[in-house]
């Protein structure tokens, strides 16, 4: 299964990565996340792990995940394992200071014969409010970019009025 989408958000490329990849306050910024707790120590980056826990299809569900990919601002990969499927999803972020482009793609790959055989099916299934609660996420992320935007140039026009006066 394939699921693909995008958003543009307008903020600069810096800040949306950096808040796409801002894992301990992620539960924070996604309503669907319950908690998000990173394992070990050390900067974000390829190798870090963590635990999520969401909620999907009016359930809690906790998946362990791990960047095995990070190319700051550009791109980061994310992997885990669950069900006996082994899930794929690579961010990728376009743009300069006044506007980027995120895009999302992710993959699974069946690994034991009960997800072969019960995946597709399954798939059929999710694909649409995977899409949705994907969709979402980016949704609640963009909002929280374009606020600190949006406060940045406050501020800086509160400063600029500061100085004259």
Do not use: N
Not at 29 to 53: A, D, M, N, Y
């Amino acid at each position: 299964m394939k699921l693909a989408i995008e958003e543009t958000i307008a903020a600069p490329i810096q800040l949306v990565f950096e808040l796409f990849t801002d894992l301990p306050h992620a539960a924070e910024h996604v309503e669907s996340i319950q908690s998000l707790e990173v394992i070990g120590k050390g900067p974000i980056g390829k190798g870090t792990r963590f635990r999520e826990t969401r909620v999907m299809f009016g359930k809690e569900a906790t998946e362990e995940m791990e960047i095995t990919a990070f190319d700051p601002p550009r791109s980061y990969r994310v992997e885990g394992i669950s069900c006996g499927v082994q899930y794929t999803t690579v961010y990728r972020f376009e743009g300069g200071q006044r506007e980027t482009k995120v895009s999302m793609e992710t993959t699974s790959r069946p690994l034991t014969l009960v997800a072969r055989v019960t995946g597709p099916i399954l798939g059929l299934m999710m694909k649409g409010a995977m899409r949705k609660a994907m969709a979402q996420d980016h949704a609640e992320l963009k909002r929280v970019a374009e606020d600190r935007v949006a406060a940045m140039a406050e501020a800086s026009d509160d400063d600029g009025m500061a100085q004259r006066g």
